[in-house]
C-alpha cells in the first residue's frame, strides 16, 4: 500500500511528546511490512534548526501547493528531509531509506514561511490557517511523492483531522479511492475555532452542521474528522473504551459511541532497538534479562548523579514526566512526606505547569535526603534514570497510551500506574495469582486518590523489602514483553484494509 501520514510532530525534527514518537516509528515498522509511506510534517523553524544542528539536508522536492485562502494565493513548497548517511539518499531524492525486501519510507516537511517560520509550535492566532494548509498540502502532493494516489491518508489528532473532511468533499475527485484514517492520540485536544473560520480552511456551509463541524457554536476539527474518516484509531483498547463514556469523552463520547464501529483501540509500541538496556549508548552498565549485574551498576550510577546516599536497602522511585494534574502528580507530592517517613527515594526529571515546578523544587529543599528534581527533559537522563530506578510512578489520571511504562518494563524497572488507558493495557497488576503465574509486571490501583496511589505505593515496597525473589522474577518478566512495533503495524494494516473497504 501507499500511505501518506500527516502529522504536526515527528521524532526527532520537532517533538513534544508521544505523538512525535509515533509519527517517526510506525512507519518504520509498515515499511518492514512492505508498505510505502510518506511522513508529512510542518517545516516549521524549529525543524529547520534541528535538520542543520544534526548535519541533514532539505531536498527540494518539486512538489508545490496552491491554496487559495481569503482572495490570496499561498504556495507550500514541499522539501524532503535527507537524514544521511543514517539513510540512503536516491539521485532522485524521492526516498531516504530503501531495503529491496522491504517498502520505503520518506520525510517531508511543508514549506510556507508566512505560516511556519516562527518561534513556537502551537498557540497562535492563526492556527486554522496554518493546519489547513498543511493538510490541502498532503493532498495536493502526496501522489507526486509516492508514486501514485495514496491508498491510505493517515491523520493524527486534530491538527490533521480536516484531512479525511477534504477527501469527503473538495479532493474526492482527486483522490477517489483513497481512504481516510484518523488517530486520536490524546481526545483533550480537539481544534476548536470560530465559526468564521470556515472561510479559512476552504470548506463550504454544507458541512457546518452537528453531524460534520458544527459544535456548540465552534469548528470543531476532530470530531469533524471522526465523523467523515474510513476508520478512528486510538492509541491503546482500554482507551478507546474509556472515551465512549462521560468520565473521559471531553464532550464527544456521543459521537464517538455513534461510530464505535469504526472506533479501533491499538497499543502504541516502542523503538526497542533505541531501548534495550543490552546497547544502550547513555548506559555506563548494560545488562540484559539474562544478567541483571549491570542494572545495579546504573542505580549507584543514578545516585551518584542525584548525590544521594548509595544505600540498596531502600528502593528509588523515578518519575519521567510532563508536570501536570493529567499525569496526577499533585497527588505524589503530596505523598513525599510519607515516603520521606519510609526512607524511599524520589528522583524527577521532566517539566510542565510551573506550580508543580515549583513544588518539586520546595519538597526537595525540605527533603534533601529523599528527593531530587531536575526540571527539564534530557534523552540521557531519562534512559539512565529508566534503568537505574527501582519503579517508574505513574499516577495519570487519563492516559491514552503512556511509553514510559514500557520504557521502564524494558530495562526491569516495575512500574506503579493507575489503572487506565494503556497503562491498563501494558501492565500486568502483581496480584495472588498474577504472582503464581509469573505473569506480574508492576502495581496499580483503580481510583484517582492519594489513598490509591498510596495503597499501590506500599504494595510494591512490600514485595521489595519482603519478597526479593517475587520483585527478580517481575523484573524478568517485564523484560521479556514485547512491546515492539511490529505487532501494533500488523494491526493497523487490517485497520488499512477495512478503510479501504468502504471505498471499493
Not at 283 to 299: E, I, N, P, Q, V
Not at 405 to 423: C, D, E, K, N, S
Not at 441 to 461: C, E, K, M, N, S
Request: charged letters at 20%.
Amino acid at each position: 500500500m501507499r500511505i501518506a501520514f500527516a502529522a504536526a510532530e515527528l521524532t526527532p525534527w520537532v517533538s513534544t511528546g508521544g505523538l512525535g514518537e509515533v509519527a517517526a516509528a510506525l512507519p518504520k515498522a509498515l515499511a518492514a511490512l512492505g508498505h510505502d509511506v510518506a511522513v508529512f510534517v510542518p517545516l516549521y523553524r524549529q525543524v529547520r534548526q534541528t535538520v542543520g544542528a544534526r548535519g541533514a539536508r532539505l531536498v527540494d522536492s518539486g512538489a508545490i501547493s496552491h491554496v487559495w485562502m481569503g482572495g490570496h494565493r499561498l504556495d507550500a513548497r514541499v522539501f524532503r528531509i535527507a537524514d544521511e548517511p543514517r539513510q540512503h539518499a536516491l539521485t532522485s531524492g524521492q526516498f531516504e531509506a530503501v531495503r529491496p525486501d522491504h517498502g520505503t519510507v520518506s520525510t517531508y516537511a511543508v514549506d510556507c514561511p508566512v505560516l511556519f517560520d516562527r518561534d513556537g509550535i502551537y498557540g497562535h492566532g492563526d492556527d486554522a490557517a496554518r493546519y489547513s494548509t498543511f493538510a490541502r498540502a498532503v493532498l495536493n502532493t502526496a501522489h507526486r511523492l509516492l508514486g501514485g494516489p495514496p491508498d491510505i491518508v493517515h491523520a493524527h489528532d486534530w491538527h490533521a483531522a480536516l484531512l479525511p473532511l477534504y477527501l469527503e468533499g473538495p479532493y474526492r475527485r482527486l483522490l477517489p479511492r483513497t481512504a481516510s484514517v484518523l488517530t486520536v492520540h490524546n481526545l483533550a485536544y480537539q481544534g476548536l475555532f470560530p465559526l468564521h473560520e470556515l472561510a479559512t480552511i476552504g470548506l463550504d456551509p454544507s458541512f457546518l452542521h452537528p453531524e460534520r463541524l458544527e459544535f456548540y457554536g465552534h469548528l470543531n476539527w476532530l470530531k469533524a474528522g471522526i465523523a467523515a474518516a474510513d476508520a478512528i484509531t486510538t492509541v491503546s483498547p482500554r482507551y478507546a473504551d474509556e472515551i465512549r463514556t462521560p468520565a473521559f469523552g471531553e464532550r464527544l463520547d456521543g459521537v464517538l459511541q455513534h461510530h464505535s464501529r469504526r472506533l479501533f483501540g491499538i497499543l502504541n509500541g516502542i523503538d526497542t532497538e533505541v531501548w534495550n538496556p543490552a546497547k544502550d549508548k547513555y548506559l555506563s552498565h548494560k545488562f540484559s534479562a539474562k544478567d541483571m549485574t549491570g542494572k545495579d551498576g546504573c542505580r549507584r550510577t543514578v545516585l551518584a548523579m542525584a548525590k544521594m546516599d548509595g544505600d540498596d536497602r531502600h528502593p528509588v522511585l523515578g518519575v519521567v514526566s510532563r508536570l501536570s494534574k493529567q499525569k496526577g502528580l499533585d497527588l505524589l507530592a503530596d505523598l513525599v512526606p510519607y515516603l520521606a517517613s519510609r526512607s524511599v527515594r524520589v528522583i524527577l526529571l521532566g517539566k510542565g505547569e510551573p506550580q508543580l515546578e515549583d513544588r518539586y523544587q520546595a519538597l526537595e529543599d525540605q527533603f534533601p535526603q529523599h528527593v531530587r528534581v531536575r526540571i527539564g527533559f534530557e534523552p540521557d537522563l531519562a534512559h539512565v534514570l529508566q534503568a537505574g530506578a527501582d519503579c517508574i510512578v505513574m499516577p495519570s489520571r487519563y492516559e491514552p497510551c503512556g511509553l514510559t511504562q514500557m520504557y521502564a518494563m524494558r530495562y526491569g524497572t516495575l512500574p506503579i500506574v493507575r489503572g487506565v488507558g494503556g497503562l491498563y493495557d501494558s501492565v500486568v497488576p502483581a496480584t495472588q495469582r498474577t504472582v503464581a503465574e509469573k505473569t506480574a509486571t508492576g502495581f496499580t490501583y483503580d481510583h484517582d486518590t492519594h489513598t490509591g496511589l498510596q495503597w499501590a505505593i506500599d504494595r510494591a515496597l512490600e514485595v521489595y523489602y519482603t519478597q526479593p525473589e517475587v520483585w527478580r522474577q517481575m523484573q524478568h518478566t517485564a523484560m521479556a514483553l514485547d512491546f515492539s512495533w511490529r505487532n501494533s503495524a500488523q494491526k493497523y494494516v487490517e485497520v488499512y484494509k477495512l478503510a479501504l473497504s468502504r471505498r471499493s
